[in-house]
């Protein structure tokens, strides 16, 4: 009965190598939300999306693509992986898009090599 | 760019104490909320409040928010070894869209 699920729980992986990281919420909420958690703590979003369409997108290099399928669902490839991605990856759910309280995964550490 | 600023960046306490946390912003805002991480974990929404309200208080969690000066303070009451974790204030801004999170303070409370 997990809210806010991800998969792999840890990816350890090559530098050029292409990888996905899956998010599934089963809270009914609209919006879903990729953040990234650098080595110090620091939470930065990536991706927004409501009723699967991208309403948030900031500064992300275009070798992330996030993708949702059906608005339970949000997916985030990342293709030629770099050492600068090597960081804690977490999905979140809201149930309006907003800002209001957010819902989170348990989080993905990625390690590149 | 980052939009809170917390502070202290780490806080050691004794169980039973009290722990007074601080968060500045720069920008208007809808609301701001407080998260709680434990190590290893995803974050945990605590509480939010409103830009036009004050105060707020959730068990032993006690919230207060000064648009004038742009800041935010929790307080944890009564201290448990259980509060040790990472604790982070976001904003969220008018119009909606995203939560901007802060750096976090690192609570530790000793047994």
């Known amino acids: 009965d997990t809210a806010v699920s991800q998969t792999p729980k840890y990816l350890v992986t090559q530098m050029g190598n292409d990888k996905s990281i899956k998010c599934e919420q089963n809270?009914?909420?609209?919006?879903m939300y990729w953040y990234k958690q650098d080595s110090k703590k620091f939470l930065k979003i990536m991706f927004s999306?409501?009723?699967?369409?991208?309403?948030i997108n900031e500064t992300v290099p275009n070798r992330f693509s996030p993708k949702s399928p059906d608005k339970a669902h949000l997916n985030l490839h990342i293709n030629s992986l770099e050492l600068g991605d090597s960081a804690v990856y977490f999905c979140?759910?809201?149930?309006?898009?907003?800002?209001?309280?957010?819902?989170f995964g348990p989080g993905t550490r990625l390690t590149v090599t | 760019s980052q939009q809170g600023e917390e502070d202290p960046q780490a806080l050691s306490i004794q169980e039973g104490e009290n722990a007074t946390m601080n968060c500045s912003y720069k920008?208007?805002?809808?609301?701001l909320q407080w998260y709680r991480q434990n190590s290893g974990r995803g974050l945990v929404h605590l509480i939010l409040?409103?830009?036009?309200?004050r105060e707020k208080h959730s068990g032993r969690l006690r919230v207060t928010l000064d648009t004038s000066k742009k800041s935010s303070s929790l307080l944890i009451t009564a201290s448990r070894a259980a509060d040790t974790a990472s604790y982070f204030c976001?904003?969220?801004?008018?119009?909606?869209?995203?939560?901007?999170f802060g750096q976090g303070t690192e609570l530790s409370v000793k047994p």
């Open positions: 979140a759910s809201s149930g309006t898009s907003g800002g209001l309280e957010q819902y």
């Open positions: 999306y409501n009723n699967k369409e991208l309403i």
């Open positions: 920008t208007s805002i809808n609301n």
């Open positions: 809270l009914g909420h609209d919006t």
């Open positions: 409040i409103r830009s036009n309200e």
């Open positions: 976001a904003t969220g801004a008018l119009g909606g869209g995203k939560l901007i």
